[in-house]
């Protein structure tokens, strides 16, 4: 059972990281700092899981939920700063420009990011790909954790 769920959640992480690849690649949307960000733990979470295919199932789950986790808990933060409830980190979002001079709106505007992390490329019935990512990767934890936590 325990190695059936590590599969499962370690396919889930794949499937998104797949996904994410597949927008960027076929669809054109290259990817903004925090979209790495959020890949990242799905990367962990595919390492750790295939690990916990072969070796300490139980610690290799645990790390890996805590790979889905992370992503989960940037994703939360990335749709925060989409709908301007948050702002985001100065890499990727702009200033306002109400009160500069013309230099220093230029200065901005070349200092700009390419894909800034504030916008959103794409929605699907009123959803973001962060905010999917919310529930994708907060379910593949909870199943990662679920199987790290089976009796023997």
Known sequence: MRRNLILLATLGCTVLILGAYGFQYLGDMPPCAMCWWQRYGHFAGIAFGTLGLFV??????????LGALSSGL??????GVERKIFEGPDT????PVGNLTPEQLLEQIMAAPLVRCD?????LFGLSMANYNIFASLGIAAVFFFAARLPR
């Open 74 to 79: 940037i994703a939360i933060y990335h749709s």
């Open 119 to 123: 916008e959103i490329p794409w929605e």
């Open 92 to 95: 990727c979002t702009s200033n």
């Open 56 to 65: 300490a199932p139980r610690l290799m789950a645990f790390l890996a939920g």
